[in-house]
C-alpha cells in the first residue's frame, strides 16, 4: 500500500461547528504532516508528527488541534474556524531522517467555512 | 534559511512542444530536490528527485539534473501532451538535522493546448 487516505474529501462547516479531519498511510512511515494550502499557492505547513510525538507546530492557531492515535493515523480537529480557513488541507508521510525520501501526499480535505 | 525560487506561470504550450520550468534553490546544507506534481482538484504526487549532485531524476518523460554549481533543478520535458496540463512545485529538503520541512517553490501553471 503506498498511498495516504484522507477523509472526508470535502466538507462544508459552520463557523461554532467542530469536525474532524482523518489521514491513515500504511507504508510504515513514521513521520505524518498536516498542510494547508490556498487557491493558486504551495503547500504551508502546519504540524509534524514523528513517532507518534509533535515536533513542529508552525504556529497554527488553537482552533485547529491535531492528534495522532497511533503511527498509522492523524487527525486534525477543527474548532470555531473562521472563513479564512477555507481551503484544502492535505496530509502527508515519510520516513523520519531520511532527508533523500519524499513525502507522500493524499488527495486533500477541501474545507469550506461558512 | 531555505528558499526555492522557480519561473512563474503561467506557461501555455501546444502539444508536443518542449518544455523547461526553471528552479533554482538557497540552502544551508546539502538537500534533497523534488519536483511535484499536483493535477487539478488533486493532491501533490512526487514527479522525480534527486539527491546529490549531478543525480538525474527522471519520470514519465520528465528529467531534472541537480547542479549545485548553478544551484538549479530545472525541469524538461521533450513533448508535452494535454493530460500533462498541472501545477508543477519544485522543493527542497534539507539533509540537516530539522529535515522535515519540504521547502516549496510558488509553483507553476501548465497549460497545454491539443
Known amino acids: 500500500d503506498t498511498e495516504v487516505t484522507q477523509t472526508p474529501k470535502h466538507l462544508v462547516m459552520g463557523m461554532t461547528n467542530k469536525k474532524s479531519l482523518k489521514c491513515e498511510q500504511h507504508m510504515g512511515h513514521r513521520a505524518m504532516y498536516w498542510y494547508k494550502q490556498k487557491a493558486k499557492k504551495p503547500p504551508e505547513l502546519m504540524f509534524v508528527?514523528?513517532?507518534?510525538?509533535?515536533?513542529i507546530n508552525e504556529s497554527v492557531p488553537s482552533r485547529f488541534s491535531p492528534e495522532c492515535p497511533n503511527s498509522s493515523l492523524l487527525n486534525l480537529h477543527l474548532h470555531a474556524l473562521q472563513p479564512e480557513d477555507s481551503a484544502l488541507y492535505l496530509c502527508?508521510?515519510?520516513?523520519?531522517?531520511?532527508?533523500?525520501?519524499?513525502?507522500?501526499f493524499g488527495s486533500g480535505t477541501r474545507l469550506t467555512v461558512v | 534559511g531555505n528558499s526555492v525560487t522557480q519561473m512563474e506561470g503561467p506557461v501555455t504550450l501546444s502539444e508536443e512542444a518542449f518544455l523547461t520550468i526553471n528552479c533554482t534553490y538557497t540552502?544551508?546544507?546539502?538537500?534533497?530536490l523534488f519536483w511535484y506534481v499536483q493535477y487539478p482538484g488533486e493532491g501533490l504526487q512526487l514527479l522525480l528527485k534527486?539527491?546529490?549532485?549531478?543525480d538525474k531524476g527522471s519520470n514519465k518523460g520528465f528529467e531534472a539534473t541537480y547542479r549545485k554549481e548553478t544551484t538549479s533543478f530545472h525541469l524538461e520535458k521533450g513533448s508535452v501532451q494535454v493530460s500533462d496540463s498541472a501545477v508543477y512545485f519544485c522543493?527542497?529538503?534539507?539533509?540537516?538535522?530539522?529535515?522535515?520541512?519540504?521547502?516549496f517553490g510558488k509553483g507553476t501553471l501548465l497549460t497545454v493546448n491539443p
Open positions: 540552502a544551508t546544507g546539502y538537500p534533497s
Open positions: 522543493a527542497l529538503r534539507d539533509s540537516g538535522g530539522s529535515n522535515y520541512k519540504l521547502t
Open positions: 508528527y514523528s513517532y507518534e510525538k509533535l515536533s
Open positions: 534527486a539527491t546529490k549532485a549531478d
Open positions: 502527508a508521510s515519510s520516513q523520519p531522517g531520511q532527508g533523500d525520501g519524499g513525502y507522500t
